[in-house]
């Protein structure tokens, strides 16, 4: 496909915002996924090294959410570059919106190698953004943040107390606007935080999440069955 081998041939120029466009332009499409060849993908993954201290809030996320959606871009992305992007996290974080917080921390919790890289005080400002703009978010936003929460530790360890408050009402807010998604992602989230053998579920409990978001996942749970109508 054209468009592969000129992604692959002009990588080596490209700048901040044109690595995070074309990766995410390539994760849209399955073709050009499936034409890019192996030293394309390292080409891409050297663009994102090189380009990282350039890329602004946005760019870091969308370039996160895309290596993360394509299992090529990935295999090719080594310590090096997964270190250069953790990086480029840690420094725009502060400037992320909502929806940017949302997909870098989904992406995170798909990807351990990129997780592997992120420093306690990478965790610690993504988990204080998480924290300032969790409200703003939309039902199914609402849903991977908890998820990404639950599944790295790591990330959750740096959570404030108040940030439990934060997640129940975000939780409580959004149920009904969940769609099917939405719904098992949050619930499953839930269970990570309170599961009897979850080694998260004794400070999970101590955290108001309980109070407010108790009430809600079983609406949403209500709402998954089809017994209550949004």
Do not use: Y
Request: charged share 15%; with cysteine; glycine share 6%.
């Amino acid at each position: 496909m054209a468009l592969a081998s000129a992604a692959e041939k002009a990588a080596s120029n490209m700048n901040a915002q044109a690595t995070a466009n074309s990766l995410n332009a390539l994760s849209k499409l399955k073709p050009a996924i499936g034409a890019m060849t192996t030293s394309g993908w390292g080409a891409l993954a050297n663009a994102v090294k090189r380009s990282a201290p350039e890329l602004e809030s946005n760019h870091v996320s969308m370039t996160l959410n895309a290596i993360g959606k394509m299992e090529p871009a990935a295999a090719e992305m080594h310590k090096i570059h997964w270190a250069a992007l953790a990086q480029a996290t840690e420094g725009v974080t502060s400037q992320m919106n909502a929806q940017a917080v949302a997909m870098t921390l989904n992406a995170l919790c798909r990807m351990e190698h990129a997780a592997s890289q992120m420093s306690p005080t990478g965790w610690h400002i993504l988990a204080q953004q998480a924290e300032a703009v969790t409200l703003k978010m939309n039902a199914l936003d609402v849903a991977m943040t908890l998820n990404a929460f639950a599944k790295m530790p790591e990330a959750a360890d740096e959570l404030s107390p108040a940030a439990w408050d934060v997640f129940a009402k975000a939780v409580h807010d959004t149920a009904f606007n969940m769609n099917g998604k939405g719904v098992a992602i949050t619930i499953n989230a839930l269970a990570r935080w309170g599961g009897a053998n979850s080694p998260r579920a004794s400070r999970a409990k101590r955290g108001p999440i309980w109070k407010f978001a108790s009430p809600s996942v079983v609406d949403i749970k209500l709402k998954g069955c089809g017994r209550i109508k949004p």
